[in-house]
């Protein structure tokens, strides 16, 4: 039997898609599939994918903006690196994914600044340091916390991780955390290069993005 007029009418309020056979029982429509304009960073190795999807400025739904840095104008940014030299071959593996991110993005060398520091606990007095300068764009903070048979881990990963955050603050620029916080060396190496990426170049990709950000947007 044919649908009436009526049920034709409320089958199309439903969906513009929606259509009934005749004789078919009325279903609810298919929810409709979301598409976000972001996705999860990638690999270090696949950086470059993901440089060439990320606009900076992305209009939304509802007429609002929604502002994102951009990896690829990365013109006249300047960055400072604070590295701790404890664990000194994982800190130095993270440094040169770092650097070597660095001049992938086309960052000049003339702009960016290692200051080298004893240890983890020591990097948040170097990056407010820098941060208040006025110097850099952002602050990148590279070190490696490996836990021991004491307290003595948890003490300078967690001063280290709130120090990082509070000089980002007092300063007014980003600085990121880089510092490595694993439970032996093996997951560290992996960490630096390994099987599980280098740490160190994902964070320069942040300090990238989000020195984009304050220059181009929240200036």
């Known amino acids: 039997m044919a ?3 009526a049920t034709s009418s409320s089958a199309a309020m439903l969906s513009p898609s929606f259509s009934c056979l005749p004789d078919a029982p009325l279903r609810a429509p298919r929810a409709a599939t979301v ?7 990638p690999a270090a190795l696949a950086a470059g994918a993901r440089a060439s999807r990320i606009s900076p400025v992305v209009a939304a739904a509802g007429g609002h903006q929604r502002l994102m840095g951009s990896l690829t104008n990365t013109e006249g940014l300047r960055f400072g690196v604070v590295v701790a030299r404890f664990n000194e071959v994982v800190t130095n593996l993270l440094l040169q994914g770092a650097l070597e991110t660095f001049e ?3 960052v ?6 290692v200051v080298s520091v004893p240890g983890s606990f020591e990097i948040p007095v170097a990056a407010q340091k820098l941060g208040k300068s006025g110097k850099f764009d952002a602050v990148l903070c590279i070190g490696a916390v ?3 048979d004491t307290t003595h881990y948890d003490a300078v990963a967690n001063s280290a991780a709130s120090g990082v955050l509070s000089a980002g603050l007092s300063a007014g620029i980003p600085c990121i955390f880089g510092v490595l916080t694993c439970d032996d060396m093996d997951q560290a190496l992996n960490r630096a290069g390994g099987k599980a990426g280098n740490k160190g170049a994902e964070a320069a990709l942040t300090a990238i993005e989000m ?6 947007h929240l200036a």
Request: glycine letters at 4%; zero cysteines.
């Open 146 to 148: 490996i836990r021991g």
């Open 3 to 5: 649908a009436s007029p």
């Open 108 to 113: 000049k060398k003339d702009n960016i600044t």
């Open 104 to 106: 992938r993005y086309n």
């Open 211 to 216: 020195a984009s950000l304050f220059q181009h």
């Open 35 to 41: 598409s976000f304009l972001f996705s999860p960073r």
